[in-house]
């Protein structure tokens, strides 16, 4: 045996234990294995007196289904909200989270967010009645070119149904819903789209500066319009499309009255009261269809 293969193996026998202990570290702090749904985790800046942490859910789509990454079914989104119930979680809107840290009103206990991109039928249908039964609030983010179709932008390409105006009224007028933003047009699929591509609300190659934010200023000026003209409320919050942003938007956003911007990173939120910024960018937690209840808990209590 060489002199140079036992420090080898001595390396590696530290290594290995190493491990071992992180591995068995892991184990403790997450019993769940959460971290797997979780990926790169953004961790929350300190929070002093006038600061709280607010866990931010994102889902997508209701129905029964085998692939659940942004899919979840009823059964499952009952029992999750049942559980945040029973354990005192009260969900919030951003209009309360908005009051706090512009006027420092008080939030309740234990204050979550549920958000739902994408403006499916089945946030009407399934969603709807669920979060009326535990009377949680939700907001829910449509794009404009598909709000209340089956087709992409009217081609003959099918996607998952969206609903229209008349189910937005109903959920806006119950107070537990409000609809916000995720672009007019800025959320495209490539393979369905005919003329230039974007990808979510990044600049084009080739496109000028100046070109681009009127494009931008221009489809959310159509998306505000739109959401304006069927609730009668302006929005003020914006999910980015993909999560994609840059180093314009949340203040082309901000000058045109958007205070609360959202990327998919995940993460809690250090909120401050006074502190506008910390309504920028903000962390959501995804949250799959195979995502236990008891998971859920443990992941949103920290
Ligand atoms: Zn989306």
Known sequence: MSSKIKPLALNLAIIIAALSVF???TVMTDPFNVFRYIGKSNPSAPLDEDG?????????????DDSPGTIISAANFEKQLKILSD???????FQELCNFVYD????????FIITIDDGYLSVYETAFPLL??????ATVFIIGVSHGKHLYKDTQYPIIPRFGDAEALEM???GLISIQSHSYDMHQHEPYETGPY???VLQRDGESDDEYIEAFKTDFGLAAAQIEAMTGAR???????????NDKTDALLRDMGVKVTLTIAAGFNAVSAGWPESLLRMNRFNVPGDMTPEELLWMISG
């Open 87 to 93: 354990e005192g979680y009260t969900a919030i809107s």
């Open 104 to 111: 420092g009103a008080g939030l309740p206990e234990r204050p």
């Open 132 to 137: 009326r039964k535990y009377d949680m609030k």
């Open 235 to 245: 929005p003020f919050v914006y999910s980015y499309p993909y999560g994609f942003r």
């Open 198 to 200: 974007r990808k979510g």
């Open 52 to 64: 709280v942490r607010i866990p931010i859910l994102m889902y997508h789509h209701f129905a029964d």
């Open 23 to 25: 591995a068995g570290l």
């Open 172 to 174: 806006t007028r119950s």
